[in-house]
């Protein structure tokens, strides 16, 4: 497996379809191992925090996700396959889980989310089986990892946020009675349908970022970090050159 370092963060150069083949070999392998899905904000954070950095260096996958990552690869001249978000990586996984009646367990949001997200998956993957519903408004771990041991999943969802959920998974690596987690952000927001995403388009064109500003400014100063990583790789790319010459 190819790992790509883009600022100190090594990604693994799988692509979609390879991404969802790996998932699916870990999910039966029953590790309890976890996948994380770094954007440019979640490296520049993982450049000031070596805990952060610990936490994605262990993870079993570490996938792409966004267009500037990708970008940032191709500034250093190691151009990656694409582009993994972790909404589709997840999608994919839950597909294939579906048509072998795989299992899944959603962990995370603001209480009643995670619900309505199984409600909406289990709509559009007809054979999966939700596991189980967490919200993540907790004080303590023990009655959620009681919980997850009971149910069992193929897949667990965990959606704290970064870097929350990078956290949490590190601490219950191998741990749990799981096949796989994935630490996927707001996404049960989105299987909800309670945040939209971004029409198809933009997607292709790696505008999402531009489309989500545009619906919500607040996050004005979250996006301020993905000049400040496009402008890091190019220094980077600097370094790498000028010790070249």
């Known amino acids: 497996m190819r ?36 954007n440019p904000e979640i490296v520049m954070l993982a450049r000031q ?14 996938l792409p996700d966004g267009i500037g990552i990708i970008k940032g690869a191709k500034i250093l001249g190691t151009p990656m396959k694409g582009k993994v978000p972790g909404i589709d990586f997840a999608s994919g996984v839950m597909a294939r889980l579906a048509a072998a009646g795989g299992s899944v367990f959603l962990f995370g949001a603001r209480p009643g989310i995670a619900e309505k997200a199984a409600a909406e998956i289990l709509a559009r993957h007809p054979g999966l089986r939700v596991a189980g519903t967490c919200d993540g408004y907790f004080s303590e771990d023990g009655p959620i990892v009681e919980k997850i041991n009971a149910a069992a999943p193929d897949f667990l969802l965990v959606c704290l946020g970064a870097p929350k959920q990078e956290f949490w998974m590190e601490k219950y690596d191998g741990r749990l009675k799981v096949g796989l987690m994935a630490g996927l952000g707001g996404s049960l927001d989105v299987f909800a349908g309670e945040v939209q995403r971004a029409p198809e388009g933009w997607q292709k064109l790696g505008l999402e970022w531009l ?18 990583f496009i402008f890091a790789a190019m220094g980077e790319r600097g370094k790498i050159h000028g010790g070249k010459g």
């Open 3 to 38: 790992r790509v370092d883009v600022l100190d963060v090594g990604f693994d150069d799988l692509g979609m379809a390879g991404a969802v083949d790996s998932a699916m070999t870990l999910i039966e392998a029953r590790g309890g191992r976890y996948v994380v899905t770094p």
């Open 211 to 228: 489309y989500r500003l545009i619906r919500e400014p607040k996050r004005i100063g979250r996006m301020m970090k993905l000049p400040r």
């Open 49 to 62: 925090d070596e805990k952060l950095r610990r936490a994605l260096d262990g993870a079993a996958l570490v």
